[in-house]
Structures are given as C-alpha cells and as structure tokens.
C-alpha cells in the first residue's frame, strides 16, 4: 500500500474546490473564501485507511498552466468538481479537464478520476443522469459524488473515495464493461487459492477457509458466517460450492461480488497480504528480503523450511509414489509465473526408473539452489507462500546463514549440513560420469542423458558418522588458465583423470600444482575408467608417485561401467574430508603406513596389552586366593571369574575395534 496519497481538485472558477477543502478542515461553510487554500495534509491517525493524505487546491488565477501540469503529474487522485446547477461547468469536465488530464498522464498510469458535483444544496434534482453517460465513456473514472461544501454534504465521503480509488483502485481488477475480473485479478486470486488450498483438492474447506480469514482479516469466522457465505455462492453458482467447500469458481465469484458491491478494499487486503503491488505483481519486497550474507559463510534450509517443503510436496505427489510425475511438477510450479526447474535438474538430482524426481531429490534440488543462489531460492519460497503459511515476516525466516568457515577450522568442528566438492579433470576424463555415478546412475543410464539436458552439478546425502549431511559436486571447466574464484572455492577438491588416457594425468597434476598445493583444502585423485587396461601417463611423475610426493592419497580408482548402481563409498568419504579437513582419516587404501592405519595399530596393540593385564591380575589374585583358601568351590568361582573377564576384555576391544 501506498506510503502517502495525493489528491488535487481542478475545476472551471467558482465550482467551490476551495470551499469543499475549508469545509472538510473546519466542519462548517467559510464566510470568505480565499482564491486558493493551501496545500494542507491530514495525519494518517485521524484517516480511514490510516495514510497520510496531501489535498491540493487549484486555482486558474493564481497559477500558470505549467503549474497545474506540475501538480497532475505528481497527483494520485485527481477531482473534477463541476457545479450541479452548471450545465457548462459539467461540459467542461468532458471537453476540457478530462482530455488535459489524459495528455498529462501516460497511458498505462493514468490516475483515477473522481467527479464532483458541488453546491447541490441549491437544486432539488440530481446531476446523475448527465454524469453517467460520462462515467461510461471514461473508463479512468472510479466514481461520482454529489455534495455540498454549504451543508457539509457528503464532504468526508467525496476525501474518503478520492483515498479509497488510490489505495484500493477498480481498474486492476475489475472491467466494469464485461461485469468481470480482470485476467491479472484472476491469476492473482488463483494463486491464492492454491496457496491456501492445502490439501490440494481443488476445495477450500471450513478449515482452509479459516486460515485464510485468519491469515488475511486476523479473525476466523464464525460456523454461522462460513455457511452465509457458502450460501450466497450457492444460490448465484452452480459449481461454486462442492462438498460443502468453496471451489475456485465460488472464490473468484465471492470476490467479483465484493467490488461489485464498492467493496474493493476486501479484495485489495487479501492481494497484499499475500504480497501483491497495485500492479497485481508481486512486490520486490515480498519476493526478495534482505538476507546478510558474511564472506566465507553459506547459507542452507532450516528445518521449518524444509518441513514446508515436504508439505508442499506431499500436497502434489497425488499417486503417493514418494516422486513427482512430470504433470506433478507442473502442478506445484502453476503458483509460479514461469516453470523453474528445466531438464538438467532431473539430471542434478536423483530419479526413479521413469526419470521423475524422488523426494530426497526434490529436496536436494531446493538445497542446491539455496546454497548457489539464496535469493532465488527467497523467490521460489515466496512463490509458494511461505511466510503465509508459517505466519513469518518473510520467507528470509527460512534461511539459516552458517558461521565463516574460518571459525571451524579453527575449532575443528562445523554445523553446516551442505559441503562442497569441485571436480577438475581433462576433457573427456570422466568427470560427468563420476557426478551422474552419485545419483546412483551407471553408465549405461548416463548414455540415455541428452547433451541438451547435461548438468554441471550433482547433489544428493551422505552419511557421516550416523549424519545426514548434503554433498554439492561441481564439474569445472577443462582450462587449467581461467579457473574463477567460484570454481575453486569449495570443501574438498576432486581431480579426475583416465586411465587408458595417457595424456590425462597432467591436466590434474597442473592444477594441482597451480592452485591447490598450498591450499588447505583436501584434494583427492580419482583414476577413472578403472574397468579399462591402465596405460602409463606421460608425466614426469606416474599419479602414485606424484601423490606419494605431496601427501597426498594414493589414487582412488572409480569406474561407473558397472551392471548395478556405482558404489557410493568415495562420495562419503569426500564429505567426511569436507568436514574434517585437518583430520587425517580413513587411508582408503589399507596401506598400513598412513597416519589412520598406524593410530589403527597402535590402538589394537593398546587394547590387546589392556586385556593381558587384567588376565595377568586375574591370574595373580587366584594364585594368591589358593595359598590361603583351599575350598575347591572358591577355585571354580576364581576361574569362571577369570574366563568372564576374559570374555568381557575381548568383547569390549572388538566394540571398540568395529566402532572405529
């Protein structure tokens, strides 16, 4: 809603626009009347719709013609006042006043037009019957008021509708000459009706019909109200009313009513509430909210957001398959006003056997978009009425801004739930392979992917340490020259060579080299097409060697060329190195020299050496017991001690051992 309103009376001299703005003011007819009153404004608290309100007064003697084009183009509202007992003051409003407004305003701005008829005091008939045929020609004409700046007649209500056709304009929503909503109306109350449909019956219940009182008015309505409603629906439609709730047809119907009967604020508190301009667009507002993001932080779904987001997709996944169908997705993008998802998410994500989006794919997908993009992500959720439905300020409410990076390396310990991994390889090396591998694709499910449909980014869970955590991978491009920061910001880096490639290997080794060697980020090598015979790459140093040399992981062979799908063993490990970057963890190599396997060794000798000394106590203290005791009974008790702790030592080390 407008911050402010501007209203200006124009008129032929002497029609009273003076006077009706001194009568407003004051409650009572001045005895003088000056040529032109000032500019006054009346305070938002003392106004029905509670907005500052500036009225401007005209005056032909006192002001030059540039002047009043000065003041049309900065008015709201503007007031034709015409004398009743005038034939030619009310000419005018046609030949003169309405064509000037109209070359003074653009086209698709034009502002709404109030006629005025004053001084009606001094007639016993009406003005209408001259004025309607006006009204009808001039579609920018909002209303006509009769009054009188004498008797105080209907001084309030001539202000009250020149606010009221700013704040709450006919125009975007109603065609008086078709008795019809507008098409933009419609596709905004349809929106609506489908956000607040929530359970997706095409039906607004007694409960949905509540949330939706409740949402917009602040106030549920009573049994008896909902049934008056429904009622008035039923005896003017057909289809309007179905098992006993309100169909779409009855809601726009109910709204076409409201304007209809001059009650255009109604209509104009549901659109706004629901984040719409006079323009019937969704504000900037509504579908961006300012959201601080910190350098080095990300920002991620919370848990009331993603909870929204199984709603939303329990609402449309109509078969209960646990996927959505291509028409399902359809079906939950119609609240949008363009489709947001194209063929590359299916190829981004994880599908069933029919190619459609699983719900931990759909939830990945909206996870990857939060994570690259936060403000389209803002715009989607705002698109499907989050703020609305979980009654939040804004869907901002959704996000969760993670703390710098820095801070958990420097703890050694993070809260963040996506971890990112960019893939770097040489054309051709199987870097798209390893990324469809991760969505549980073999290969050959990777050969029925159009090139047109082919995605740069894969995503879906992992689980680290009994932790559902969100692993992103990036392919980047193949130019080792003009990688961007983008690229090489990230958790942990992949880099992809092939096997049977002899000139594979050095594309990784330079990057490597050129952008990572002093990196504390965590690179693993990935010898790829390892189903394929192994050729010596043409680098100084074989992959083993160069990666013995900087520290790195011996490479981890990966091929997807298998019958099922490709084990997920190494993506689970990448998100375990994101996590842990300074921790030296599993060798994935059983090579029994890395730090992993030599802590490994040490802490089964240590188990074994705590075993033997509690055996070596139990022994000591039977030896002791028989040189004072000789009940044999106390024997077998020692030794049946004995075998328990024994078994208890052992069981407790392999506990441990499996736990590890």
């Not at 709730?245 to 076409?256: A, P």
Request: aromatic residues 10%; neutral net charge; hydrophobic residues 35%.
């Amino acid at each position: 809603m407008r911050k402010d309103v501007r209203i200006l009376l124009v008129g032929e001299p002497k029609v009273g626009k003076t006077s009706l703005i001194m009568s407003l003011v004051s409650e009572e007819f001045p005895d003088e009347v000056p040529l032109r009153a000032e500019e006054i404004t009346i305070p938002a608290d003392v106004t029905p719709e509670r907005v500052p309100t500036h009225i401007v007064d005209y005056s032909e003697a006192e002001q030059s013609d540039e002047q009043l084009y000065q003041e049309i183009s900065k008015a709201n509202v503007i007031c034709i006042v015409y004398s009743v007992n005038s034939k030619k003051s009310i000419e005018k409003v046609t030949s003169h006043w309405i064509p000037l407004i109209n070359d003074r305003t653009d086209k698709d701005s034009r502002v709404p037009l109030i006629l005025v008829g004053n001084k009606s005091d001094l007639v016993e008939h009406s003005s209408m019957e001259t004025i309607l045929p006006i009204m009808n020609q001039f579609q920018d004409i909002e209303t006509c008021v009769e009054c009188s700046a004498k008797n105080l007649k209907n001084i309030s209500e001539l202000f009250y509708y020149a606010q009221k056709a700013v704040l709450h304009p006919t125009g975007p929503l109603y065609c008086p000459e078709e008795k019809e909503l507008k098409l933009s109306c419609i596709k905004a109350l349809t929106r609506i009706f489908k956000i607040t449909d929530l359970d997706n019956d095409g039906i607004l219940n007694d409960n949905e019909l509540n949330f939706f009182q409740r949402t917009c008015f602040n106030t549920p309505l009573a049994p008896q109200a909902l049934e008056d409603v429904k009622n008035v629906v039923r005896r003017n439609m057909a289809d309007g009313v179905k098992d006993n709730g309100l169909t779409l047809k009855g809601f726009l119907f109910l709204h076409t009513l409201f304007i209809q009967r001059g009650r255009h604020e109604t209509t104009w508190t549901v659109l706004r509430r629901f984040g719409y301009d006079d323009d019937l667009e969704l504000t900037q507002e509504y579908l961006f909210p300012i959201v601080k993001i910190p350098p080095d932080c990300t920002t991620e779904l919370n848990h009331n957001a993603y909870l929204f987001l199984q709603s939303v997709f329990d609402k449309h996944d109509k078969d209960r398959d646990c996927a959505l169908s291509p028409e399902e997705v359809k079906d939950l993008f119609k609240v949008f006003p363009y489709m947001p998802w194209g063929p590359d998410v299916n190829n981004t994500v994880c599908t069933n056997d029919k190619g459609w989006i699983t719900y931990q794919g759909y939830l990945s997908q909206w996870t990857l978009t939060t994570y690259l993009d936060v403000q389209r992500s803002l715009e989607y959720l705002g698109y499907l009425g989050y703020s609305i439905v979980y009654e939040q300020e804004s869907q901002a409410a959704a996000i969760t801004v993670t703390r710098s990076k820095r801070i958990d390396l420097q703890k050694k310990q993070t809260q963040r739930s996506v971890f990112r991994c960019n893939v770097f390889g040489a054309a051709g090396s199987g870097k798209s392979g390893f990324l469809q591998a991760f969505l549980g694709r073999n290969l050959q499910r990777q050969k029925q992917i159009r090139e047109a449909h082919k995605s740069y980014y894969a995503i879906s869970t992992t689980y680290v340490y009994g932790q559902e955590k969100y692993l992103l991978l990036h392919e980047a491009i193949p130019d080792v020259d003009f990688l961007s920061e983008e690229e090489l910001a990230c958790d942990v880096v992949c880099l992809v060579y092939d096997v049977n490639d002899p000139c594979s290997f050095e594309y990784c080794a330079k990057v490597y080299k050129q952008y990572f060697i002093d990196s504390k980020t965590p690179c693993v090598v990935i010898a790829a097409k390892s189903d394929l015979h192994e050729v010596r790459q043409h680098y100084s140093l074989s992959p083993h060697d160069f990666c013995r040399k900087h520290k790195l992981h011996p490479p981890q062979s990966f091929t997807c060329n298998t019958t099922t799908a490709p084990n997920k063993d190494l993506y689970t490990r990448l998100t375990t190195m994101a996590m842990y970057p300074h921790a030296r963890l599993r060798c994935m190599c059983s090579c029994n020299r890395c730090t992993y396997c030599l802590c490994q060794s040490l802490l089964k000798l240590e188990l074994l050496r705590s075993v033997k000394a509690q055996l070596r106590r139990v022994v000591h203290n039977r030896h002791m017991a028989q040189a004072d005791l000789k009940n044999s009974t106390f024997w077998l008790r020692a030794s049946l001690g004995a075998t328990v702790c024994a078994v208890l030592g052992f069981a407790m080390y392999r506990a441990l051992l499996k736990q590890r």
